[in-house]
């Protein structure tokens, strides 16, 4: 076996290894950092999923030999996602959904029955663990350390404050801008203490982090879990929701096929879970990847492969802290094992995140994020924005003037990254923060930089592909 972080998981993932263009005409390999919002499916997957697709059938109540062997699948892939979480399911349901915002907001239009009920939420959330409660339930949001960590004794006193209103306490299992991993457990005890359930958004920490449910009768026992296989190497369209089996009353969200036992003229008779909650021809071919790409990380060695990962991401936020005039968000301190991912956010002084993202693209062949990662409440918090400043920021983006937005940029790692696309991309920040740009760039009304007069094309692989 090769030694750690030189690439001994890569040959598992599909695509790592593509060339990219660069200006003035040449190609190199690329380097894929921007695992934080979709990752590469794992070879294994792609290849089951082109496989099965010759077997691809509607599930459930089909006689069809495709049918009953795609329902097998379908269902064995449920089998694996609940022995993943460890989920108890004469407690709990696993349904499939879209993603893990489809899961947020089924549970947001459940608790919206709730008359009076809040759910509280921290600065800290995605937008998609933000908005659906803010524009259902109604919410309360609690503050944050000043580096940026969950805070437990604000979520205890408004829990206390809520006096028994608060119904969900609704949380980030990590954050997406600054890796923090957050208290789960700790969090879970709290809200079961005031009488609330606790709603975990697990799209960035389930595909770096085991996540143990708990039984039931466990204090630290987490409710719901929401995650999406696009962030688990099987990018095909399928999420998970876990949830308690009786949070679910009456008709579902989302009504149509397969969710009844018998519409008559005057009634509907819903069917039982979790049937009820998946209406419609699901996503069976996502199901599947999710299942199988669960699978292939565990036989590969889950716990030794985010050993790797967890190395590479001390590396990197280690090396960006010694770069001149570069800030990385929440800091850099020491984090314990297991509690911070392999993500760093930064900036770099007097330029724009916008423009240290096209440059790493387009000259360094280093593909990252920018913006505020649809968290933008938690990034002004990092970039400690007084009210005022996020209100005059709020005008300028209103008036369409987008590029007034802050932000910072992302480098998220996984685990068939190297050291030597660590340090490639470390040279690359470091040559940029000492003003060596070597090309012209122009920034669009949306905020993006892209180099003056456009960047060269190359055909697309995908082109030859369909054509094929």
């Known amino acids: 076996m090769n030694s750690p972080h030189t690439g001994q998981w890569r040959e598992h993932f599909a695509g790592v290894d593509l060339p990219v263009p660069l200006l003035g005409g040449s190609t190199v390999t690329g380097i894929n950092f921007d695992n934080a919002a979709s990752t590469p499916p794992l070879t294994r997957v792609r290849d089951v999923v082109n496989g099965f697709s010759d077997l691809y059938s509607s599930v459930h109540r089909g006689t069809g030999y495709k049918s009953r062997v795609s329902t097998e699948a379908y269902e064995h892939a449920r089998e694996r996602v609940s022995q993943f979480l460890g989920v108890d399911e004469s407690d709990q349901v696993v349904i499939f959904v879209k993603g893990t915002t489809d899961a947020l907001n089924r549970i947001a239009a459940e608790e919206a029955r709730l008359d009076g009920r809040q759910v509280l939420v921290t600065e800290m959330e995605h937008h998609a663990d933000l908005l659906p409660w803010r524009h259902r339930s109604g919410h309360v949001m609690v503050g944050l350390s000043d580096g940026g960590h969950i805070d437990l004794d604000a979520i205890e006193q408004a829990l206390k404050k809520g006096h028994g209103k608060i119904s969900l306490v609704a949380l980030c299992g990590a954050s997406n801008v600054t890796g923090f991993v957050s208290p789960l457990h700790e969090v879970a005890e709290l809200a079961h203490r005031y009488g609330a359930r606790i709603s975990v958004d697990a799209a960035q920490l389930a595909p770096h982090h085991r996540i143990d449910v708990r039984p039931a009768d466990d204090p630290g026992h987490i409710d719901f879990v929401s995650l999406s296989g696009h962030k688990m190497y099987a990018p095909y369209g399928a999420g998970v929701l ?227």
Not at 359 to 388: D, Q, T, W
Not at 413 to 428: H, K, M, Q
Request: proline share 6%.
């Open 242 to 468: 876990v949830a308690p089996r009786d949070f679910f009353a009456g008709a579902p969200e989302v009504m149509g096929g397969g969710a009844i036992d018998i519409v008559t003229w005057d009634d509907t008779v819903w069917t039982d879970l979790p049937d009820r909650e998946e209406a419609g021809s699901p996503n069976v071919i996502g199901a599947v990847a999710l299942g199988v790409a669960i699978e292939t990380l565990l036989e590969l060695g889950f716990e030794a492969m985010l050993e790797d990962e967890m190395a590479l991401g001390t590396r990197m936020l280690e090396g960006l802290t010694e770069i001149p005039g570069v800030g990385v968000l929440g800091g850099a301190e020491p984090s314990t094992p297991g509690g911070r991912l392999a993500l760093s956010s930064f900036v770099v002084e007097g330029l724009h995140h916008g423009l240290v993202a096209a440059a790493l693209s387009h000259e360094h062949g280093i593909a990252v994020r920018h913006g505020c990662f649809c968290a933008n409440p938690y990034v002004f918090h990092l970039l400690h924005m007084s009210k005022a400043e996020v209100v005059q920021v709020e005008g300028e983006v209103t008036a369409g003037r987008r590029k007034a937005l802050p932000g910072a940029v992302r480098a998220s790692l996984a685990p068939y990254n190297t050291e030597a696309e660590v340090d490639r991309f470390l040279e690359a920040v470091a040559s940029i923060a000492r003003g060596r740009i070597r090309a012209s760039y122009e920034q669009a009304a949306d905020g993006t930089f892209a180099p003056a007069g456009g960047w060269p094309r190359i055909p697309s692989p995908l082109h030859a592909i369909v054509k094929h």
